[in-house]
């Protein structure tokens, strides 16, 4: 069983490894050298912001500040990156994110794993320059959840965030606010 099981993962790396070197240079993230828009620009959030939020869930509105830390991967092709929020009731929220663009399909993926069990694939595009978009949709419990998240770059230290979650078109949850850069990875 243990040796078939390596025969399995040495042939499917082999016809992964094959499949990608029939790529041509655009669809082949490691042979790229110049990087889209979007690469550039999310790659520019490189370093450490803290979020000043106020978030809304519900009847319920906080205050919250938020400190992400952005580190690049895969070769300055994509992000790590790690947050954590100090919540009103004392708890401490955390997680952890890889963001990376699918040259094939031509999108962001922006994915999120926190310590309340959640995991979110955002996906998303440049609405223009200086703004990126990321959805997200999922089946919960037989309800359909959406999310929208916008980053607009004020500037090269400063970005407005706004998040929106609802749960079969009604507003559940809002978070908005700026994220200011405190400081540099390089």
């Not at 992000?79 to 990376?100: F, N």
């Not at 962001?108 to 200086?130: A, E, F, T």
Request: hydrophobic fraction near 35%.
């Amino acid at each position: 069983m243990k040796k078939s099981m390596i025969l399995i993962a040495a042939a499917s790396s082999f016809l992964w490894m094959s499949v990608a070197k029939g790529q041509d240079k655009m669809s082949d993230p490691s042979m790229m050298t110049d990087k889209p828009d979007i690469v550039k620009k999310v790659m520019s959030l490189e370093g450490n912001w803290e979020g000043k939020l106020t978030q809304k869930m519900g009847d319920q509105m906080n205050n919250v500040t938020d400190m992400i830390s952005f580190q690049s991967t895969a070769g300055d092709h994509g992000l790590l990156v790690t947050e954590t929020m100090d919540t009103p009731d004392h708890k401490t929220y955390s997680a952890t994110h890889l963001v990376g663009y699918d040259p094939v399909a031509k999108q962001l993926h922006w994915y999120l794993i926190d310590n309340m069990g959640g995991c979110v694939d955002n996906v998303g595009n440049l609405v223009d320059p200086n703004h990126l978009q990321l959805t997200s949709e999922n089946t919960v419990e037989g309800k359909t959840t959406r999310g929208v998240v916008n980053l607009v770059w004020q500037n090269d230290d400063q970005i407005k965030f706004d998040l929106t979650v609802t749960v079969n078109g009604q507003v559940k949850e809002s978070s908005q606010g700026n994220f200011r850069r405190t400081g540099s990875m390089r």
